[in-house]
């Protein structure tokens, strides 16, 4: 394996041996050590000193059910501290048949201009895309296939990328070749903007596998794992329903985020659940699809095809996030039009939750009336055609409070909230609150601990070991729910990465890739800026008590302070 550095300024690659301090990292734990070891925490995000990095997980490269995700990463533009997105689809599997460890991407180019970044055995080359210049990433995908064929990932950016929107992300193409699987959070589309590059397509005929130390003992602990995770329920319940079936358990637990965040029950719940979209897709059939796989290998199939009346796909996947904050936080309870915004968002390469936020947020300055999705529409259209507007939604929910004046903005460190009320989930309050990252559910998601979510009681114990197993599992290149199989048989993690590499890790290793990396994170902030002022919740939600158990944030600023001593 190698770390294949390109510099967008003078179109050069360079195949570097893995440095000994990077040889035992991968995905998000990677990404950090490299941020601190060549960008300076005070760069600006969108200049020639910052850094993006794609970087595949530790278990990458196997077809290993769940594991293949891609980490990508930079300094944020958005939250101005560090940002690790990850996804599903190609572009994590297709990287290690390379023989790439991590890309690295460097500089600015001399002149505007943009690419496409070609990487296969040969090398690299930089290819003119001006061709794709203002296509949604739809089409430009579809060209790409055409020219490059239909084996190749791509990872690309739409139109809000190009415009250097604080709220855009990287899509990965999935096994279809949609480019569906969005990296969204943080905006680190405008920093793969910023170095000119439009898409990077990574052509991997001729590559393998990377090799395998111990393969018996590999096949042993895979087939262990393999069963731990079809073994548990909560599988099933994912490919039946996919996250769409967090809907009911979030609005059961007061929690989902309802009109701009100010209550957290929805009357329209079960209309957008995750039930009754299954029931609707089954009955429509043709495109619509209620389980599909968005990476090789993958047996959980949490993914889905939304389809519309006619047979035809209107948007994939459409997941939980998008319901909770295009659905319920606009007052929307209609699936088609969720959908319908979902797509547009998705051609625009932004991500649906920062811009669910800021339409709340909007709503409640009277740009829109709650439940109005065809105003919602109009005012993505708005970022479409980079107005003013446009350009205030498209850097997201605290450009757009500012803006508008409105104090209700749920954001931490800059990055909107996920769709898990923090004053109602307590414990995915005080992630939101501390991670690194921003507020995002993904670092430390606890509402399926079994304890009482608005007891401020060990919330912060709860959120500390969600946080480091999933910056463990975000290391590996583990899918989230990947989480119910290694939970269930833990030694599997420890036997596979032994068996991959010839290694000798201990029991407790995704703890220790925790651990280590939110320690690294914390650092890369502090030189950035960051204080404990910036590990706290919106002081609003301190005072203002959340409908229907009217209940606020209580955690002690003491006890959020004390989280990382460990």
């Known amino acids: 394996m190698h770390i294949w550095r390109v510099n967008v300024n003078t179109q050069s690659l360079s195949k570097d041996p893995v440095p000994d301090a990077w040889d035992r990292l991968g995905g998000r734990g990677l990404i950090v050590q490299m941020l601190l070891d060549e960008v300076p925490p005070d760069c600006d995000p969108l200049g020639p000193d910052n850094n993006l990095i ?154 393998e596998k990377p090799p395998i130390s111990d393969q018996k003992r590999f096949r042993e602990a895979q087939k262990a794992y393999n069963a731990a995770l079809m073994g548990h329920p909560q599988t099933q319940v994912y490919a039946e329903y996919g996250t769409a079936g967090m809907t009911k358990i979030s609005n059961a637990f007061g929690g989902l985020p309802t009109r701009n965040f100010s209550s957290g029950q929805f009357e329209g719940s079960e209309n957008i659940s995750g039930e009754n979209m299954r029931e609707l897709l089954l009955k429509r059939g043709g495109a619509s699809k209620t389980t599909h796989a968005c990476m090789a290998g993958c047996t959980i199939r949490c993914s889905n095809v939304f389809g519309s009346d006619d047979g035809d796909s209107i948007v994939s996947p459409l997941e939980y996030e998008t319901i909770g904050l295009m659905g319920s936080n606009l007052g929307i309870d209609d699936l088609d039009a969720i959908a319908r915004l979902n797509w547009e968002l998705n051609d625009l390469g932004i991500d649906s939750i920062e811009i669910g936020a800021a339409l709340g947020v909007a709503a409640e300055a009277g740009m829109m009336e709650f439940g109005d999705g065809e105003r919602a529409l109009e005012l993505i259209a708005e970022i479409r055609s980079g107005t003013s507007l446009g350009k205030v939604l498209g850097d997201g929910v605290v450009s757009t409070g500012n803006e508008l004046g409105i104090e209700r903005v749920p954001a931490v460190k800059g990055q909107a909230m996920s769709a898990y009320e923090p004053r109602a989930i307590k414990g995915t309050g005080v992630t939101y609150a501390t991670s690194p990252q921003g507020a995002d559910h993904t670092a430390g998601l606890t509402i399926r601990a079994k304890i009482d979510h608005i007891d401020p009681q060990g919330q912060v114990e709860l959120s500390r070991n969600y946080q480091i197993n999933m910056a463990g599992y975000d290391s590996l290149g583990a899918c989230l729910f990947s989480g119910f199989g290694f939970a269930a048989a833990p030694h599997t993690i420890p036997d596979l990465l032994n068996a991959r590499y010839g290694w000798d890790v201990p029991e407790d290793i995704l703890q220790q890739l925790g651990r280590e990396t939110l320690k690294l994170e914390r650092e890369f902030n502090r030189q950035a800026g960051f204080t404990k002022v910036d590990d706290r919740l919106p002081e609003w939600m301190s005072r203002e008590p959340l409908p229907p158990h009217n209940t606020v944030f209580d955690i002690p600023e003491e006890e959020l302070d004390g989280l990382f001593d460990w």
Not at 108 to 122: D, I
Not at 165 to 189: C, K, Y
């Open 54 to 207: 794609f970087a595949p997980g530790l278990l990458v490269g196997h077809k290993l059910s769940s594991c293949d995700r891609i980490s990508i990463g930079a300094k944020s533009p958005l939250t101005k501290g560090v940002k690790e997105s990850n996804a599903g689809g190609r572009t994590g599997l297709h990287l290690t048949y390379l023989g790439i460890k991590a890309l690295i991407i460097e500089g600015q180019p001399a002149k505007h201009g943009w690419w496409a970044l070609h990487l296969s055995e040969k090398g690299s080359r930089f290819e003119p895309a001006d061709n794709l210049v203002g296509l949604g990433v739809y089409a430009a995908a579809a060209l790409l296939n055409e020219r490059y064929g239909e084996k190749v990932a791509i990872a690309l950016i739409g139109p809000g990328g190009e415009m250097l929107m604080q709220a855009a992300g990287i899509q990965n193409t999935d096994n279809e070749n949609t480019p569906s699987r969005i990296s969204a959070r943080g905006g680190l589309g405008a920093v793969m903007g910023s170095k000119g590059i439009k898409a990077i397509v990574i052509d991997a005929q001729g590559g």
